[in-house]
């Protein structure tokens, strides 16, 4: 089993930023892709930026210019810097780990909530 922990999100004024971090543990062995979803009320989760162990990157097109996600395998940790947020970045974000064995596992954190006033 692996544990995420979410920290970092709150209220912020459009314009701003915000860095939410994610610490894995537990059996964090071939754990490939980590990254972040968000949820907003009403609508699905949707990706946001994800990491393979071997740093590629994938950014949905809305955060592109504006995040940015990074790892430290080391410290098995992942982190979303987020700038210029917008009032429709307002969302729960929830961190997630991947592991890819016979099948595709997946892990996911309890999320935390990121509000952009405008």
């Known amino acids: 089993q692996v544990r995420l922990v979410e920290s970092g999100g709150g209220l912020v004024q459009a314009g701003g930023s915000l860095r939410l971090s994610c610490a894995a543990s537990g059996s964090i062995f071939s754990i490939n892709t980590m990254g972040w979803y968000r949820q907003a009320p009403g609508k699905q989760r949707e990706l946001v930026a994800t990491?393979?162990?071997?740093?590629?990157?994938n950014y949905a097109d809305s955060v592109k210019g504006r995040f940015t996600i990074s790892r430290d395998n080391a410290k098995n940790t992942v982190s979303l810097q987020m700038n210029a947020l917008k009032p429709e970045d307002t969302a729960v974000y929830y961190c997630?780990?991947?592991?890819?064995?016979?099948?595709?596992?997946?892990?996911w954190g309890q999320g935390t909530q990121v509000t952009v006033s405008s």
């Open positions: 997630n780990a991947q592991r890819i064995g016979v099948g595709i596992t997946n892990y």
């Open positions: 990491i393979t162990s071997g740093g590629r990157l």
